[in-house]
């Protein structure tokens, strides 16, 4: 049962997942107690006990040691299968320390004659394994016990000394050595060149290109291909993939099978089926091979201190039995063969699907942490199964070839999970706005009448809510009566929490579950008063089950007690019969974020000290951050005009409007001769223009691409070079709107190293002159051999990782250069680059592809990796060559002073979309008892004090709504016309003043004729009360303490032809004192660097320029001991009998 309490703070107290799996391993532990038991009692196995082992029933009373010998059988049961055999040796010294008893006989070191009583032969523990091989093979596990990857080393080659019958050798650590795996090669086998993971992989490069080249965001296309393609490669009778969901049970989400065979595809498992144990045993080793499940198990022979013979000098004895959760030959266990033999399967091959994950608690389990430098945790998604319903076996290059396979699949899975996690993100996000919207606007009945509504949040069958005793429901609800019971059930029950998810009511406690039925069953409800919630329902999840597929016979019917997939799957549908899906933690915070907005609403804030905090808030965090971008963006400005990289930026059409003094130095064509002019049509070569026009295409929609190649034409001094080559990254330039107004190239100059490069690859023979030079305009370059060991590791290259030559010179490429010398930030890198080298390898080339790790120091390195193969002199594939492509320091400067930029702008428009969207919930509040207010008996003195409020609160939304400055700056801001009395905006203004001339101990005086207070005029009424404010704040703000602040409005009307009489308002701001600072003046009338300008000159700047749309003018006059603002606009007066009468 899946369900949780969020707290008073927000917070929910709920299973971790790595509780999960610890309560799932217990359930596990429990149901392994129940066959073992059955099989000592000779009785049967019920199967259905999985039921209870699913739901948790009696696990709590499992010994730990119960449970301990069980993760131990799992790991450590001491017996291996048939197919090979298996030696664990001393690192060091390679002396035994175990064997299988089917080693002396499959090595052929049984002697031909019956041996004596007590000799002994010629395995046992003690004996130095290398004396059974010939020396070639020796000499090879050596080299592979060397490595600091073993895994990259198999399989190694091996023949034994006496009758030279060939082996897979399959190495791998454990805790006090290693263990080698020998499989037979049989004639059949596939043929491998040579030994090594690079060569195996190869077998599975026609499956890895039909992956890679599948259209993106379908998963279930992905999952039928690989079935498809692991069928292929194995030809099993049955290939499926499995997924694991978030509570642990499985489903087949793919499925190729022979046409006989009843289909499992769209079944789920109870998560006993795959125990956690096994799962733990898949992230170590990822491949699991089943030849024949009817096989006898063999023992492994092994020195536990029990006086097992040995000789000369013999190795410690073990202190546990030796590890085989890495060994491909490890044992059956009989609960497993059973379930086999009853679906008609014999053989199986089972492999590990592992994909990134991104959940807090990544790397709880066991085995699920990444080894590589910064790597995300790591999960086991599902896996593909196969299934043979008669003896098979996969040769273990094979088998390899299709981890590979998986490495491949998980990754492009990984891809389309987040791709997939990014879009349903943005569908809440996008719900979650409009629904605020609508609070805004019809709180809080616009979330359950219009649409979207509250059920589009989240998935479920039926949402209610519950508010000031009404009721409105949506979809499949309980009633309106059992509604009121579960909020009371919730008010006593849950008191102190504010809301509660579950996928079981009943199992959460609440007692009346039974009488709601089957079309309510999980709930996740979200208190918004203290009286009044939100709900969401779901029915039982078995309705959301669809069945895998039909009996052949209708009435047969399968044995509950057997163990079976359709048992298992009935099993399931009985754990989950009286729950519903599990609510997600993505669901759960977009209820909790709509929860909270739901709460501010209902909260009131009416007084002005508060608004007038809001207001300055606000505006201090605009300005703020107006001002941290000027600076970054003057910076970004000097540093493109002064970088050592080439920059251009072309405008909308495609035409110059930025070009560097690099570039221009490169190309010969002055700046001022390139401005204006079409990239595409006068600057680039003609091989170039189409890549242009297409990334110019894409960049103005918005999408950027990287690492293009660029030809530019030259001129004047440079005209003989014919080209410049540049690799340039493409990033749309934007407006304050976020519309893209154009496009900014940042290149690297690559002429040089273009043309070495291009000469180095027609080179056959010697290349070493060119190669290990240290002219700088040789990249950095290194190469392997057709078995993945380093045979070239230039000095640039040399310099770049901070290792020498000979430290890295036949050690393998992948794993031991790339991996325990110079890590890379996760396992996805490692499989990228293992990528990259098979296709050079089978002679497709990579260009420019990113490429990142880290060098000796540990400091990340970011280049761009080209693989090209390498050819001997009759043409043949011999190896790879990798040549990298490295950024200019003033390059990389640019670039991260660009990250800095766009990271403080995210974040500042982050801030800025909280706060404007926090301040707009009490504004509310304040609106709503303002106008609560105004409908109660009020003298004329309160009639104007709620009249300035009212004032107050549309300049501040006005504010708020302000997202274009650009339009204040440039002149096109869009006025109000309405009309409005002149006193009602002075009486606002000065409210506005009071509390901060209050506090300075100021004099604030105000002073307008009499007829003042019934002018009434047309114009934006907020605007102008906006800058008289402002001009206002500001000399008070520079008037020193005890001094005096006056205000005077003198109106001058003005007849003109036709009637219309305009007033001239000349509103004077006066105060005692210095006055404002110099430097304020110069920002408020745009003297000063736009991009040093302070909070207060940008707020200046920008009344000034309101003004100046208004057609008036503003000036400041010093005088002796005082200065003051006259700011002077014209408007047209109302022509009105009853001018008081206007608002």
């Known amino acids: 049962m899946s369900s949780r309490m969020s707290g008073s703070s927000g917070g929910s107290s709920h299973k971790s997942k790595r509780d999960i799996r610890v309560a799932q391993a217990t359930a596990d532990a429990q149901l392994h107690s129940a066959f073992e038991n059955s099989a000592n009692t000779g009785d049967s196995f019920d199967y259905s006990k999985s039921i209870d082992a699913s739901r948790g029933a009696g696990a709590e009373g499992m010994a730990s040691t119960t449970i301990t010998a069980y993760l131990q059988r799992m790991q450590r049961g001491g017996i291996t299968q048939s197919f090979g055999c298996m030696i664990a040796v001393e690192e060091e010294t390679f002396k035994v320390i175990a064997f299988s008893e089917n080693a002396p006989e499959m090595l052929d070191l049984v002697p031909q004659a019956v041996p004596s009583v007590g000799s002994k032969g010629l395995l046992d523990v003690g004996t130095d394994a290398r004396t059974l091989f010939t020396p070639a093979s020796i000499s090879a596990l050596e080299k592979a016990a060397g490595a600091q990857d073993v895994s990259m080393m198999n399989p190694v080659s091996v023949q034994c000394r006496g009758s030279q019958k060939p082996f897979y050798a399959v190495l791998h ?14 004639p059949s086998d596939p043929t491998v060149t040579a030994a090594g993971a690079l060569q195996s992989h190869k077998l599975a490069a026609k499956a890895i290109s039909r992956l890679q080249g599948l259209p993106g965001g379908d998963i279930g296309l992905l999952c039928d291909a690989v079935v498809e393609e692991v069928r292929e490669l194995t030809g099993y009778d049955r290939v499926m993939t499995y997924k694991f969901h978030e509570d642990e049970h499985g489903e087949v989400v ?3 099978r022979r046409a006989d065979m009843e289909p499992y595809l769209g079944l789920h498992y109870p998560a006993t089926d ?28 092994q020195d536990l201190g029990t006086g097992a013979t040995g000789g000369g000098a013999k190795p410690a004895a073990l202190k546990q039995p030796v590890s085989l959760a890495g060994s491909t030959l490890r044992g059956v266990h009989e609960c497993h063969r059973m379930y086999m033999v009853n679906m008609g399967s014999i053989a199986s091959l089972v492999m590990a699907v592992i994909i990134n994950d991104n959940d807090d608690e990544a790397g709880s389990a066991a085995g699920a942490a990444s080894p590589a430098a910064g790597g995300k945790g790591r999960k086991l998604w599902g896996l593909v199964v196969c299934h043979h319903s008669s003896p098979r076996y996969v040769p273990f290059p094979l088998r390899s070839a299709c981890e590979f396979l998986m490495q491949v699949f998980g990754l492009q899975l990984n891809m389309e999970v987040e791709l997939a996690a990014q879009l349903r993100e943005k569908h809440i996000l996008r719900t979650q706005t409009l629904l605020c919207d609508m609070l805004l606007r019809d709180a809080p009945i616009g979330i359950v009448s ?37 909020a009371d059930w919730l008010l006593e029950q849950h008191k102190d929490s504010t809301g509660l998810s579950t996928d079981s009511l009943a199992d959460a406690g609440y007692t009346k579950a039974t009488d709601l039925g089957d079309s309510v069953c999980g709930m996740a409800a979200a208190r918004i008063t203290d009286k009044d919630f939100l709900f969401w329902f779901r029915s039982h999840a078995e309705k959301e089950i669809k069945w895998g597929g039909e009996r052949h016979n209708p009435e047969d019917k399968d044995d509950p007690k057997r163990m079976h997939p359709r048992s298992s799957f009935a099993a399931f549908l009985e754990v989950v019969r009286q729950r519903s899906l599990p609510w997600e933690d993505v669901e759960m915070d977009a209820i909790h974020s709509l929860q909270l907005i739901l709460r501010g609403s209902f909260q009131d804030i009416d007084d002005s000290e508060t608004k007038t905090m809001i ?99 030259t001129w004047g001094p440079q005209k003989d070079k014919n080209a410049v080559i540049l690799v340039v990254n493409a990033c749309a330039s934007r407006d304050v709107n976020e519309s893209v107004v154009g496009v900014c190239f940042v290149g690297q100059d690559v002429t040089g190293q273009k043309v070495v490069m291009d000469k180095f690859t027609k080179i056959q023979g010697d290349y070493s002159t060119i190669v290990r030079s240290h002219n700088s305009l040789i990249p950095p370059i290194f190469g392997s051999d057709e078995f993945g ?7 640039a290259m040399e310099k770049l990782s901070g290792l020498r030559r000979d430290d890295v010179m036949g050690k393998m490429l992948t794993g031991d250069v790339f991996g325990a010398m110079c890590r890379l930030k996760s396992s996805d890198a490692m499989t990228k680059l293992m990528i990259i080298l098979n296709n050079a390898m089978d002679g497709n080339d990579t260009e420019r592809f990113p490429f990142s790790f880290l060098d000796r120091q540990g400091k990340l390195v970011e280049v761009l990796l080209t693989a090209q193969k390498r050819t001997d002199a009759e043409g043949a594939i011999t190896g790879v060559f990798c040549f990298l492509h490295t950024a200019s320091p003033e390059l990389q400067q640019a670039l991260t002073v660009q990250k800095a930029a766009e990271k403080v702008a995210e974040a500042k428009a982050k801030e800025l979309a909280y706060i404007r969207q926090e301040i707009k919930n009490p504004l509310d509040g304040i609106m709503f008892a303002r106008s609560f207010i105004e409908h109660t008996d009020l003298s004329e003195d309160q009639k104007q004090l709620v009249e300035t409020s009212a004032m107050c609160e549309k300049q501040l939304r006005r504010i708020l709504d302000d997202m274009d400055l650009a339009s204040i700056e440039e002149g096109y801001l869009e006025l109000d016309t309405a009309e409005f009395m002149m006193a009602t905006v002075m009486n606002s203004v000065v409210s506005q003043g009071m509390i901060t001339s209050s506090r300075k101990g100021l004099q604030l005086f105000c002073d307008t004729p009499p007829e003042f207070k019934s002018l009434n005029v047309f114009g934006d009424q907020v605007r102008l009360q906006q800058v008289f404010a402002d001009f206002l704040l500001n000399a008070i703000q520079f008037t020193p303490a005890s001094g005096w602040v006056e205000l005077k409005v003198v109106p001058t009307p003005t007849k003109l032809p036709g009637g219309v009489t305009v007033v001239k308002l000349e509103f004077k701001v006066s105060h005692a004192g210095e006055g404002l600072p110099e430097d304020l003046i110069h920002q408020m009338f745009d003297r000063a660097d736009a991009h040093s300008k302070s909070q207060e000159g940008l707020g200046l700047s920008i009344c000034r320029k309101i003004v100046k749309l208004m057609n008036g003018d503003v000036q400041y006059i010093r005088e002796a001991g005082k200065s003051h603002f006259m700011v002077s606009v014209d408007l047209p007066l109302a022509q009105r009998e009853d001018a008081a009468s206007a608002k």
């Open 173 to 186: 650590r454990i805790d006090v050595g290693l263990v080698i795996d020998f499989e037979p090669v049989r």
């Open 254 to 256: 793919a499925e190729i």
């Open 274 to 301: 795959v125990p956690q144990a096994s799962r733990f045993l898949f992230m170590k080793n990822r491949v699991r091979m089943i030849c024949d499940c009817n096989s006898a198990p063999l023992k492994v022979v």
């Open 450 to 486: 219009q649409s979207p509504n509250i059920m589009d949040l989240v998935k479920c069958d039926g949402a209610a809510l519950f508010y000031g005793g009404r009721f409105w429901l949506l979809g499949t609800t309980p009633t309106e009566a059992q509604i009121q019971d579960i």
């Open 615 to 713: 207001h300055a808030r606000l505006n201090d965090l605009k300005l703020q951050g107006m001002d941290e971008l000027s600076t970054v963006a003057n910076e970004m400005v000097r540093l493109i005009e002064t970088a050592t990289a080439p920059i251009l930026a072309v405008d909308s059409s495609g035409c110059i409007n930025g070009w560097n003094a690099k570039v221009s130095e490169l190309t010969g064509l002055p700046v001022g001769e390139a401005m204006g002019r079409s990239l595409v049509h006068d600057l680039v070569h003609d091989e170039s223009k189409e890549v242009v026009e297409r990334v110019l295409y894409l960049a103005l929609q918005g999408e950027e691409e990287q690492n293009i190649e660029v030809q530019l034409r």
């Open 789 to 795: 060991y380093c045979t070239e590791w230039n000095p």
